[in-house]
């Protein structure tokens, strides 16, 4: 990707990989995918300025910049270890996915979780993991952040005692030796196509759907440096609510 701004459509993430795919207005290719991508908050100047959610490249490094209200479409893979029958070895297996919507900046001027010290902090890039997922609703603000990802995780693992679902399933994936999907007979993973009305994720919903082995499957790819987790619930997006906070 050339360095340059480019503004954002439609934003998904993965945490079986810890892998973003963004959607993308008047570029080519339309797509990019990236890991641990640094995020902030768009300033109200900008917002007031009629500036959307736009992806910044410079010097080869990406990082996003969001209105308070954008919504990342996030896909959760609840996994399960089993043995693979053809060959005797332990593997981790997708059995399902999960999607909802997450919004890291939804009552960012509250700056609940730190203070007056993070309200500084959200215009700037940083690194941002997912508050615990929980299914059946949006989740809002974050479980960690950090200048380095590693921090990031580190301020997760200390908020939760658990690592991110993303470092969880990279971790399984050391150990097992393979991350195999399972999908019912002649069926795809869901691919999102970008609306051209909205910046938002323009997917139906939240859902669910159910993986059940059938001779395919396909491997995921793991680089050495990503990953994300899962997050508090809400089902209207608060201006005043706190980060990583559980809203009905």
């Given at each position: 990707m050339s360095d340059g701004q480019y503004q954002v459509q439609q934003a998904t993430y993965d945490d079986s990989t810890g892998e973003y795919t963004l959607f993308l207005l008047n570029s080519t290719p339309p797509t990019f995918t990236t890991e641990n991508v640094?995020?902030?908050?768009?300033?109200?100047?900008?917002?007031?300025?009629?500036?959307?959610?736009y992806l910044k490249v410079e010097n080869g490094q990406p990082a996003l910049?969001?209105?308070?209200?954008?919504?990342?479409?996030y896909v959760h893979n609840v996994t399960q270890t089993q043995n693979n029958p053809q060959t005797g070895q332990q593997e981790t297996v997708v059995v399902r996915r999960e999607n909802s919507?997450?919004?890291p900046f939804a009552g960012s001027l509250a700056g609940s979780i730190a203070g007056q010290a993070i309200g500084s902090l959200l215009f700037r890039p940083q690194y941002?993991?997912?508050?615990?997922?929980?299914?059946?609703?949006?989740?809002?603000g974050f479980g960690g952040y950090g200048s380095t990802y590693d921090q990031a995780v580190s301020s997760y693992r200390s908020r939760y005692n658990a690592p991110p679902a993303a470092v969880r399933n990279r971790t399984a994936f050391r150990t097992t030796g393979n991350i195999r999907r399972t999908y019912p007979s002649g069926s795809n993973v869901r691919t999102t196509t970008p609306s051209?009305?909205?910046?938002?994720?323009?997917g139906s919903g939240f859902g669910s759907s159910e993986l059940r082995p059938s001779?395919?499957?396909?491997t995921t790819r793991r680089n050495s440096g990503s990953s994300f987790g899962?997050?508090?619930?809400?089902?209207?997006?608060?201006?005043?609510g706190g980060f990583g906070s559980r809203r009905r």
């Open positions: 640094q995020m902030a908050r768009l300033t109200d100047e900008e917002i007031k300025a009629g500036k959307k959610s910049y969001l209105t308070e209200d954008f919504k990342i479409e919507f997450w919004s941002y993991v997912p508050p615990v997922y929980q299914p059946g609703g949006v989740l809002t051209r009305t909205t910046n938002r994720p323009s001779g395919r499957s396909s899962s997050g508090g619930r809400s089902r209207t997006p608060s201006r005043s």
